[in-house]
């Protein structure tokens, strides 16, 4: 059974930093190809992108409202992947969730992941 735990959210002031993490059990990144991801949901709206990154680090993608602020990077031999938020602003509050797939490509849409963790909560006052 894959599970993905994320750990890391808390209440942060605006222009402060965060770094969420991301254990998977069940799901083994080295020696498969396996795509992960971090998206978010703010209180009444709909789940979106963050960032993806692929199985071997090698290409990375963020939605344009986190561009250059946040960074997505994985341990394969830990099974983990993280997202370092820095220069966070009110807007950024939500729930945060990692999510994971078999695949080579990075992947943008919910529909592509297969895995999903329960979500941690960041909120960011102002």
């Known amino acids: 059974q894959v599970q993905l735990g994320e750990s890391g959210g808390g209440l942060v002031q605006a222009g402060d930093s965060l770094r969420l993490s991301c254990a998977a059990s069940?799901?083994?990144?080295?020696?498969?190809?396996?795509?992960a991801g971090w998206f978010r949901q703010a209180p009444g709206k709909e789940r979106e992108f963050v960032a993806t990154i692929t199985w071997n680090g090698g290409s990375t993608y963020y939605a344009d409202s986190v561009k250059g602020r946040f960074t997505i990077s994985r341990d394969n031999a830990k099974n983990s992947v993280f997202l370092q938020m820095t220069s966070l602003k009110s807007e950024d509050t939500a729930v945060y969730y990692c999510?994971?797939?078999?695949?080579?490509?990075?992947?943008?849409?919910?529909?592509?992941?297969?895995?999903w963790g329960q979500g941690t909560q960041v909120t960011v006052s102002s």
């Open positions: 999510a994971a797939s078999y695949g080579r490509s990075g992947y943008r849409q919910l529909q592509d992941y297969s895995y």
């Open positions: 069940g799901l083994t990144f080295v020696g498969y190809f396996v795509t």
